[in-house]
């Protein structure tokens, strides 16, 4: 299959082109390294210094042989991507091109707005793109868990059946986010459905937990070929940031109560994910929503396993709660449906022991790059 | 009470603003003119000539003594707004400032592009100027009641009890809109809803039908007050086309079977709808949504009320269905609740014969100024 990947250049945006490539499929990725920029801009550096998208697409077909097509452009811009797609014809568009931190996107007003038209308008622009120019292809969008908030009751998957004054129809599950970002990607939903179901486009938005993990087939092939990966306040994920903290010896920090429970899965199985959904791809005039996610914890949770590995393997973790400087239940109820992927033949890496003391090594390998003032929150809500 | 009015020089911005104007209210008006821009660029220019905001506002203070203070400015650049709203310093900003036409939204991608970062771009900037420099302002929203689409359950004042899997929770009501400029208006209610409960500002949501007539206080004090009052194909709404259609001679135009129903309102009752949100904030904190309708009819019973009327009146009025433009059903439940609206003192001008009678005479008079040219469809959503 042809596939295009916006967003070719993030934690994900990788990954998952070297994944498809190593499948056999032909891939083409975009990207204007919008996050590097905020990234310098915010004194928040990956880990691990990851060259640029065409020396790393150089580099991977030196070690696997697999090519993979480098484009630099600003995916706000139509002419780009209609550009783009026109050339290209994908048979799928994996659209990862969004401003992916939520503490950036309520830092103020400037980040704000960045965030809130970067992806608004990029999605915006691939929906028009396919629609006008290859009403076919699939649009495969990631979403986020985050996108439903955090419910006092079940989260289906994507669709809920209401029964109200003895009558009943179908709905999209209604949605509360708790950031910016993870607003734009619930307008992302509304603005999907509505060209779905108006002019039969097909897409599946994909509602993703937070993803931790450094190590896929591809990114092991060589050490320049790893994801981004951020263990500061801006484009850090939990796991990924207690992971460093543990390394560094520094405390683990738990926002508030740390009873937020949310869905995490491994970074191989986002590439598990978003390899089905391409190759088994949504009907005409289908959005179809799948849970991604393999497994729930609360946060205090997290930072038990990852001190418990961490003490195993000789490092000498603490915890130490902080004022939360989210705006977010600490304690809840969560339950997420996600049978959909695994229906579909996804094979769940769970969060081991060994999985988290592979990941620590990795980590402690590259202990001398932890920069410890990035961690700690500079974002509040309020 | 200072009223800062965005979109004043719209079908409902102008009566708006002479009717907070004559309670007693400060007004300031602003508006870029895009709407009198898109009218021309796609010929469909209003019934009767409007003269310019200052020129209305100068003969409205002719007559009535009150002022109102005028601005012409793009509310899409944050400058223009926050500078406004710094001078200012609204207790309440009324937000009409958006492309409102569905054709428009659905003509193609540069109309489509145009409507969405429009719309989208006002509801940020002005919901930042408030939270950045006027916390405590209400924002009094138009929405549409074409936000809900028409689902096969009653329509509820924005919010809807869930009861699922033996658990309980209260959601916005879930939308499905039938146009993108519709769709704006879900993306709107989606991130006032965000930044509501995340900041505490205080948002009335009102969620409009579509609204007819030409008659109201301020308006009738002058001829060169009255509304921008379209019949066309772009801005015209269902009923003001009728009575186009009836006056001129040739067929009301029902799109396909005609069984659609929507709850409509007349002009006045927008004004007092208006009046009484802004004279009756929301609270902190408060997501406020009221469905702004008094009566449902279907097309086809709109259609036989006109032509009851007007045949009465020597009139000859015949009804043609044509082939539907839109994609829509065109027979489906349809049971909104609105009494919130009522609960707070609204008295209903319903859509009497006198009613259609006196706007079919209003039109009569302007006979001559008629372009049939402009009635039929030309944007066809598929």
Redo the contacts between chains.
């Keep these: 299959m042809r596939v295009l990947i916006l967003g070719g250049d993030g934690y994900l945006g990788w990954p998952t082109a070297m994944d498809l490539s190593s499948a056999g499929h032909d891939v083409v990725v975009v990207d204007n390294y919008l996050r590097r920029r905020i990234a310098e801009a915010t004194d928040s550096d990956a880990l691990m210094v990851a060259p640029s998208l065409s020396e790393r697409a150089q580099i991977f077909k030196g070690v696997s042989g697999h090519e993979i097509d480098v484009r630099i452009g600003d995916l706000s811009d139509?002419d780009i991507i209609f550009g783009i797609v026109r050339a290209f014809m994908p048979d799928t568009i994996v659209h990862y091109a969004e401003q992916p931190s939520a503490p950036y996107s309520m830092r103020g007003?400037s980040e704000?707005?960045e965030t809130?038209?970067n992806n608004?308008?990029v999605t915006?622009n691939c929906i028009?793109a396919v629609k006008?120019l290859a009403p076919d292809c699939q649009i495969v969008k990631l979403g986020t868990m985050g996108e439903y908030g955090t419910?006092?009751?079940?989260i289906e998957e994507g669709w809920?059946d209401?029964?109200?004054?003895g009558?009943?129809?179908r709905?999209?599950y209604?949605?509360?986010?708790g950031s910016?970002y993870h607003?734009t990607k619930?307008?992302d939903t509304?603005?999907l459905?509505?060209y779905v179901?108006?002019?039969g486009i097909r897409v599946t938005d994909l509602m993703q937990g937070p993803v931790y993990g450094i190590s896929t087939e591809g990114a092991d092939l060589d050490e320049k070929l790893c994801p981004n990966f951020h263990y500061d306040d801006i484009f850090g994920t939990l796991v990924n940031r207690f992971l460093v903290q543990a390394v560094a010896g520094i405390p683990l920090t738990v926002y508030g109560q740390g009873g937020q429970t949310r869905g995490y899965l491994n970074l191989r199985d986002t590439l598990q994910c978003v390899r089905l959904a391409t190759e088994n791809p949504a009907d005409a005039g289908e959005l179809r929503i799948f849970n991604q996610l393999t497994e729930t914890f609360c946060v205090n949770e997290v930072a038990d396993r990852i001190k418990a590995v961490g003490d195993s393997i000789g490092l000498d973790v603490s915890i130490q709660p902080i004022q939360n400087p989210r705006?977010e239940k600490e304690e809840h109820?969560y339950n997420p449906v996600h049978s959909g992927l695994i229906d579909l033949g996804l094979e769940p890496t769970y969060m081991t022991d060994d999985v988290i003391a592979a990941m620590l090594e990795r980590v402690i390998s590259n202990k001398e790059r932890i920069v410890t003032r990035r961690i700690m929150p500079r974002v509040r809500?309020?």
């Design positions: 139509s007003f704000a707005r809130f038209q608004l308008d915006f028009w006008e419910p006092d009751i079940d809920i209401i029964e109200h004054k009558r009943k129809d709905f999209l209604p949605r509360a986010a910016l607003t619930v307008l509304d603005l459905w509505f179901r108006t002019y705006k109820y809500w309020n």
